[in-house]
């Protein structure tokens, strides 16, 4: 008795076509997400250094921008204090950012706080406090 030989039907084809369709599409999606992300970079920031001069009320920060890309100053928050400070630090470049905060302590301790950025994100330091 021969056996016969079937060939694939169509729906078979289709099965076949969608699956390798769908693993085309989230190879694809993986490779440009990967793209992406490598692309668009998060901004840092590294606080050198923060005073608060107690007797004039002045906040001295020192920020190094290590880069990928440059950072749009906001505000800065000392001690639940937030003050306007729009700045942009460029890639690479260290700046000192002066603020008048109300905040006043005591010579030697350490207030909490942050520089917050245009985007949301926020770096904390500790301000030494000077006479």
């Given at each position: 008795m021969p056996t016969k030989l079937k060939g694939m039907t169509s729906l078979e084809i289709a099965?076949?076509?969608?699956?390798?369709?769908?693993?085309?599409?989230a190879v694809g999606w993986y490779l440009y997400t990967t793209f992406v992300a490598s692309v668009g970079g998060q901004?840092?920031?590294n606080?050198?250094?923060?005073?608060?001069?107690?007797?004039?009320?002045?906040?001295?920060?020192?920020?190094?921008?290590?880069?990928?890309?440059?950072?749009?100053i906001s505000s800065v928050e000392i001690?639940?204090?937030?003050?306007?400070?729009t700045q942009t630090i460029r890639v690479g470049d260290q700046q000192t950012v002066?603020?008048?905060?109300?905040?006043?302590?005591?010579?030697g301790t350490m207030l909490p706080g942050r520089v917050i950025l245009s985007g949301g994100q926020?770096?904390?330091?500790?301000?030494?406090?000077?006479?």
């Open positions: 099965i076949i076509v969608a699956i390798v369709l769908i693993i085309a599409v901004p840092r920031l606080v050198v250094s923060a005073e608060l001069y107690s007797s004039t009320g002045q906040l001295r920060l020192v920020l190094v921008n290590p880069g990928p890309v440059d950072v749009q001690a639940g204090e937030v003050v306007t400070a002066t603020v008048t905060v109300g905040v006043r302590a005591t010579p926020s770096f904390p330091f500790n301000a030494v406090v000077k006479p």
